[in-house]
């Protein structure tokens, strides 16, 4: 380090006099470096991003938070920290770094997510102009004017808009505002056109993608699934109206039984043989099998176990002769044969409940003789068994119906049920109106039941009996064919012909047969036991989807704040 030279003896170095600073204020307009901004995915940097891509409003943000930092800034600069950036100089020098700043966090974040900046510009293009849609419908070309006229309107207000950000976001550039002006007029014009198209579009694709979930839900093929909906949709049934009527009929009911429809779209299927005729015919035999050992279990639970009459009059008979030989008092002698006479009596008159014919009792006059039956009379002690050997004779008809009737649930029906309100209440008065409304539900299901497997049987053999009438026309009509011609062509179309059988064996080996597939998947479902499934499958296709019906403003919205100087 060098060092100055000694001085001479007497003599001493003269002190520097201190130099004095004076703060200067930048010239006006003068703008300092600005620091590089953070363009990180900042809450901050995604929100300005949104408010950016607004028409119109968005392209003066910036100006507007710069204006109103550099007002505030000398009330508010000298209370934060040095570690703050602060705004120095007059009004304009002020405003101006805060729009530069303002501006280079808009770049920093463009820069390194350009995507995401432009993805959410035009999210909040959308955002601001679906509101305006909803509120001036007509304005954009949403009214009832026509496809023409709506276009037209469209335009304008696009070109309006795409004009008005242009010049803002261009400080009033003509080239700018006029291509601003240019494409908002043709996108607004186009709005109308697209929209309900891509809203048609959106909805097919939804549909599709409902219908596979639907299916997978159903355990089904997607096919088969859309068959049935077609045929439920016949019948006038929805998935709320299958739910009820299905649980209504029990445990054994099946789709098939629900409607015509589904019915003939059963018998169809059967009538073509192979898995779905199997399924189908298996499923309608085993439940018809199965039908008196149904009504029986119901009977026995509501109206008790049934006994043969004879046995149950040899036993009062027994009865009887005991209280003879027993030749205690007379008196006490007379009441219990009495009885006894009377419950065999009662047991005669129970089978004769049902019957249609004179001797039947009417409901009025079969309640009088339960009521009277109960009571005892001379020098009995307690209440009678009348009522119960009615319920018994009544009951041990019942059984008689059905072992007579097993295979004809139809006259099962018009015996047990008849033909009005009459069996019901007598039958309501032996066994109580809760247990004779069971036995007559399951006796309306049976029928329903075997009226299902009359209808597909009966649709089995019309759509055989077409098929086969096609097949004979179609023999005999003599229209033009490729193969026919070729065979009869001689030894070289012959063998031509040969070729084609062979190709087009090889071509059903290797593709798919998805049409059976979905015939042996709708088969399983109208006669399977995955009804539930089937149900909610149901549902999901018939649930209302927000996303078809939002389309059609998203696009336009698009369309009109593509027009923007921000969104080019």
């Given at each position: 380090m060098?060092?100055?030279?000694?001085?001479?003896p007497g003599f001493?170095?003269?002190?520097?006099?201190p130099?004095?600073?004076?703060r200067?204020?930048?010239?006006?307009?003068?703008?300092?470096?600005?620091?590089?901004?953070?363009?990180?995915?900042?809450?901050?940097?995604m929100?300005?991003?949104?408010?950016t891509?607004?028409p119109?409003?968005?392209?003066?943000?910036?100006r507007?938070?710069?204006?109103?930092?550099?007002t505030?800034?000398?009330l508010i600069?000298?209370?934060?920290?040095?570690s703050?950036?602060?705004l120095?100089?007059?009004?304009?020098?002020?405003?101006?770094?805060?729009?530069?700043?303002?501006?280079?966090?808009?770049?920093?974040?463009?820069?390194?997510?350009?995507?995401?900046?432009?993805?959410?510009?035009?999210?909040?293009g959308?955002?601001a102009?679906?509101?305006?849609?909803?509120?001036?419908?007509?304005?954009?070309?949403?009214?009832?004017?026509?496809p023409?006229?709506?276009?037209?309107?469209?335009?304008?207000?696009?070109?309006?808009?795409?004009?008005?950000?242009?010049?803002?976001?261009?400080?009033?550039?003509?080239?700018?505002?006029?291509?601003?002006?240019g494409?908002?007029?043709?996108?607004g014009?186009?709005?109308?056109?697209?929209?309900?198209?891509a809203?048609?579009?959106?909805?097919?694709?939804?549909d599709?993608?409902?219908?596979?979930?639907?299916?997978?839900?159903?355990?089904?093929?997607?096919?088969?699934?859309?068959?049935?909906?077609?045929?439920?949709?016949?019948?006038?049934?929805?998935?709320?109206?299958?739910?009820q009527?299905?649980?209504?009929?029990?445990p054994?009911?099946?789709?098939?039984?629900?409607g015509?429809?589904?019915?003939?779209?059963?018998?169809?299927?059967?009538?073509?043989?192979?898995?779905?005729?199997?399924?189908?015919?298996?499923?309608?035999?085993?439940?018809?099998?199965?039908?008196?050992?149904?009504?029986?279990?119901t009977?026995?639970?509501?109206?008790?176990?049934?006994?043969?009459?004879?046995?149950?009059?040899?036993?009062?008979?027994?009865?009887?002769a005991?209280?003879?030989?027993?030749?205690?008092?007379?008196?006490?002698?007379?009441?219990?044969?009495?009885?006894?006479?009377r419950?065999?009596?009662?047991?005669?008159?129970?089978?004769?409940?049902?019957?249609?014919?004179r001797t039947?009792?009417?409901?009025?006059?079969?309640?009088?003789?339960?009521?009277?039956?109960?009571l005892?009379q001379?020098?009995?002690?307690?209440?009678?068994?009348?009522?119960?050997r009615?319920?018994?004779?009544?009951?041990?008809?019942?059984?008689?119906?059905?072992?007579?009737?097993?295979?004809?649930?139809?006259e099962?029906?018009?015996?047990?049920?008849?033909?009005?309100?009459?069996?019901?209440?007598?039958?309501?008065?032996?066994?109580g109106?809760?247990?004779?409304?069971?036995?007559?539900?399951?006796?309306?299901?049976?029928?329903?039941?075997?009226?299902t497997?009359?209808?597909?049987?009966k649709s089995?053999?019309?759509?055989?009996?077409?098929?086969?009438q096609?097949?004979?026309?179609?023999a005999?009509?003599?229209?033009?064919?490729?193969?026919?011609?070729?065979?009869?062509?001689?030894?070289?179309?012959?063998?031509?012909?040969?070729?084609?059988?062979k190709?087009?064996?090889?071509?059903?080996?290797?593709l798919?047969?998805?049409?059976?597939?979905?015939?042996?998947?709708?088969?399983?479902a109208?006669?399977?036991?995955?009804?539930?499934?089937?149900?909610?499958?149901?549902?999901?296709l018939?649930?209302p989807?927000?996303?078809?019906?939002?389309?059609?403003?998203?696009?336009?919205?698009?369309?009109?704040?593509?027009?923007?100087?921000?969104?080019?």
């Amino acid at each position: 380090m060098s060092s100055l030279p000694p001085l001479p003896p007497g003599f001493q170095r003269d002190k520097p006099e201190p130099v004095q600073y004076v703060r200067v204020a930048p010239p006006p307009g003068f703008v300092l470096d600005v620091p590089e901004q953070d363009g990180s995915l900042s809450i901050n940097n995604m929100a300005r991003s949104v408010a950016t891509g607004v028409p119109i409003i968005g392209g003066v943000l910036n100006r507007l938070d710069a204006a109103t930092n550099a007002t505030l800034a000398p009330l508010i600069d000298p209370l934060l920290p040095d570690s703050f950036e602060k705004l120095p100089g007059d009004w304009q020098a002020r405003y101006n770094r805060a729009l530069d700043i303002q501006n280079g966090m808009d770049k920093a974040f463009h820069a390194e997510h350009p995507y995401v900046d432009t993805g959410l510009n035009i999210a909040g293009g959308v955002a601001a102009t679906i509101p305006a849609m909803v509120a001036a419908p007509a304005v954009f070309g949403a009214g009832t004017s026509g496809p023409a006229a709506n276009a037209l309107i469209s335009g304008a207000t696009g070109a309006t808009l795409g004009g008005t950000d242009a010049a803002i976001r261009s400080d009033g550039d003509l080239k700018s505002t006029a291509w601003g002006t240019g494409t908002g007029l043709v996108l607004g014009a186009l709005g109308p056109v697209l929209g309900p198209a891509a809203g048609k579009g959106v909805k097919s694709l939804v549909d599709v993608g409902r219908r596979f979930s639907a299916a997978r839900i159903a355990q089904m093929e997607p096919r088969a699934l859309k068959y049935l909906w077609r045929a439920v949709d016949a019948d006038g049934l929805d998935a709320a109206g299958m739910r009820q009527r299905l649980a209504d009929m029990g445990p054994d009911a099946m789709p098939v039984d629900l409607g015509p429809n589904l019915q003939a779209q059963a018998g169809t299927l059967a009538a073509k043989g192979g898995k779905p005729q199997q399924v189908i015919g298996t499923a309608l035999a085993d439940r018809q099998a199965g039908a008196t050992g149904r009504i029986n279990t119901t009977l026995d639970e509501n109206f008790g176990r049934a006994r043969v009459p004879s046995e149950l009059d040899a036993e009062i008979a027994a009865n009887q002769a005991a209280q003879t030989q027993a030749m205690p008092g007379i008196n006490e002698m007379d009441a219990p044969l009495a009885e006894l006479a009377r419950q065999r009596d009662a047991l005669v008159r129970g089978q004769q409940v049902l019957d249609s014919g004179r001797t039947a009792p009417r409901p009025a006059e079969l309640a009088a003789e339960i009521e009277q039956g109960a009571l005892p009379q001379g020098a009995q002690i307690g209440p009678s068994a009348v009522p119960l050997r009615l319920s018994q004779g009544a009951r041990a008809d019942i059984d008689r119906i059905v072992g007579n009737n097993a295979n004809d649930i139809a006259e099962l029906n018009r015996l047990i049920k008849g033909g009005g309100d009459w069996n019901r209440a007598k039958l309501s008065s032996l066994f109580g109106p809760e247990k004779a409304d069971r036995v007559f539900k399951v006796l309306e299901n049976e029928q329903v039941f075997a009226d299902t497997a009359k209808a597909v049987t009966k649709s089995r053999e019309a759509a055989a009996g077409a098929a086969a009438q096609n097949e004979f026309s179609s023999a005999n009509a003599g229209g033009f064919s490729l193969k026919p011609l070729r065979k009869a062509g001689g030894l070289r179309d012959a063998a031509r012909s040969f070729v084609v059988d062979k190709a087009e064996s090889v071509i059903k080996a290797l593709l798919p047969d998805s049409e059976g597939a979905a015939q042996n998947s709708l088969a399983t479902a109208l006669v399977g036991q995955n009804s539930d499934a089937v149900v909610r499958a149901l549902a999901v296709l018939e649930s209302p989807s927000r996303a078809a019906a939002l389309a059609s403003p998203v696009v336009k919205a698009l369309l009109l704040s593509g027009g923007s100087g921000r969104a080019q």
